[in-house]
């Protein structure tokens, strides 16, 4: 009996051992996605690189971020460019022009129009960072991207959510909890917009997608690349920097 019962309890291991890792639950992978990149203050410099029809063009700025309700970004090169500076005050976007002078407020159908000529519009800035808040998400697959193993994510956005972007499928890396591709569609169904990840980095206990492609599907050209150079978690900002006076400074 003491040998029969050796052999059952070997032959369960065996069995226990050879059924596959259980899958854990969408909701659950989103909100470690959320906790990795998410921070009280953030400050980054990045850069934009626009691929478009008549050739590419390079953008540099530097962004204030506090929470996922504000945010403060001034562009500082080409000198073209330069000054150009974007307020983000809960769901408002506010924009000032040093050649006009001018401060505007982005609305209506001004959202859905492009960032310094680039894939992003400015709808995509208002957008709330943490998909946890946004979306419901469920797991529909694994597969591999940039040689890593990642969950294939489908997020559909909360009832009454109005977004640029009903629905998302997302490939999300297993161990490091950053998305490494993302397609983005409209409530039809549409494909609207891509992004692909090319380079991840280690910062501060954290990993961040340091190299991304965006590519809006509805317009010509190569997509434009966002280069990450510097992120800086927990900084210090003042309160001056979320305030439409800061916009003239």
């Known amino acids: 009996m003491r040998k029969i019962a050796a052999v059952f309890c070997l032959l369960s291991f065996a069995l226990i051992c050879d059924l596959p890792a259980q899958t ?23 850069t934009m690189i626009v691929h478009g029809r008549r050739g590419s063009r390079t953008i540099k700025s530097k ?7 504000q945010s403060f970004t001034e562009f500082l090169s080409p000198p073209r460019e330069a000054g150009t500076k974007m307020l983000k005050l809960e769901d408002e976007l ?36 943490e998909l946890s808040n946004i979306y419901d998400a469920q797991v529909v697959g694994e597969e591999s991207m940039l040689e890593r193993d990642c969950w294939v994510l489908e997020l559909v956005a909360k009832e009454g959510k109005e977004i640029a972007y009903h629905k998302r499928q997302v490939w999300v ?20 917009k891509t992004t692909e990840v090319l380079k991840v980095l280690q910062q501060e206990g954290r990993w961040i997608p ?12 190569k ?18 920097v979320f305030s439409k006076a800061s916009l003239r400074r």
């Open 94 to 129: 506010w924009t000032y022009s040093p050649s006009t002078d001018r401060v505007i407020r982005i609305s209506g159908h001004m959202l859905r129009q492009s960032v310094m000529g680039s894939d992003l519009s400015y709808e995509d800035m208002l957008e709330d960072p």
């Open 63 to 69: 962004s204030w971020l506090q929470g996922v309700d």
């Open 223 to 240: 997509g434009t690349e966002m280069i990450i150079e510097s992120m800086d978690f927990d900084a210090e900002i003042p309160d001056y």
């Open 210 to 221: 340091s190299h991304i492609v965006f590519k809006d599907t509805l317009k010509g050209g």
């Open 24 to 46: 854990p639950d969408g909701d659950w992978i989103i909100q470690k996605m959320d906790e990795n990149f998410g921070s009280d203050n953030k400050i980054y410099v990045g």
């Open 173 to 192: 890396d297993k161990e490091r909890f950053v998305s490494l591709r993302e397609d983005r569609f409209a409530r039809s169904g549409k494909l609207l």
